[in-house]
């Protein structure tokens, strides 16, 4: 089935870390995006790519990296400089031969940090 | 820009009773679109969207939405809500980057 993988589903890191989420997407589809959550703040925007070796900034992008060495794949690095890491993050793709702005979710990484 | 605003923080409804989750947006021009649901610990999954055309769209699960150019509103209706639609109801906008931007989510609760 085609679809977006997120992992690890939970993970655990303590400060000054720097953690990688991974998110691998087999939609053939050509941008990714990565938001994060928090209770009653809806999504943010930390990073998006439309290309291969192309990404943009978000909303919120201070203290994450990212890179898109692959079509698949799009992972995003939660670095120290993240004062406030503890969250709930989502990695979505879209066709952009379409231009319409329709996401497909993957089910989340929830990271916690001790 | 573009902009989504959820008024509801929290709806509370009977089961079987019929529910509307309001949203309104801001954009300059015919925006794309778009209601999703999240279960807990999940991530989003598409309901319906609205791209052009017949401004009554339906959806999944039983839901509908209707888009209102004067009101600037896409509101979510559902006739008759069932336990299993116990979620967060998050609208979306997007416009001319075709990066949506998200309203802050409302959390329906269902009570039996």
């Known amino acids: 089935d085609g679809g977006i993988t997120q992992s690890p589903k939970y993970l655990f890191r303590k400060e000054g870390q720097n953690v990688t989420l991974s998110c691998e997407q087999n939609l053939n589809h050509d941008a990714m995006y990565w938001y994060r959550q928090d209770p009653g703040q809806g999504l943010r925007l930390i990073y998006y790519?439309?290309?291969?070796?192309?990404?943009q900034k978000g909303d919120i992008a201070e203290g994450y990296s990212v890179s898109r060495e692959k079509k698949e794949s799009f992972p995003l690095t939660v670095t120290s400089a993240q004062k406030n890491p503890t969250a709930f993050y989502l990695c979505?793709?879209?066709?952009?031969?379409?231009?319409?702005?329709?996401?497909?979710f993957g089910e989340g990484s929830r990271l916690t940090v001790l | 820009a573009q902009s989504v605003t959820q008024p509801d923080i929290h709806i509370t409804v009977s089961e079987g009773a019929s529910l509307e989750l309001r949203c309104n947006y801001s954009y300059g021009a015919t925006p794309y679109l778009f209601w999703y649901v999240q279960s807990p610990g999940q991530g989003l999954q598409l309901l319906l969207k609205y791209f052009s055309g017949d401004t009554l769209v339906q959806g999944i699960k039983g839901f509908e939405a209707e888009f209102k150019r004067s009101q600037s509103s896409f509101n979510l209706r559902k006739p008759s809500v069932h336990w299993s639609d116990a979620a967060e109801y998050f609208c979306?906008?997007?416009?001319?980057?075709?990066?949506?931007?998200f309203g802050r989510g409302t959390s329906l609760i269902v009570h039996p």
């Open positions: 979306a906008v997007s416009g001319g980057s075709y990066i949506p931007t």
């Open positions: 979505a793709s879209s066709m952009t031969s379409r231009h319409t702005g329709e996401l497909f």
């Open positions: 790519s439309q290309i291969v070796n192309d990404f």
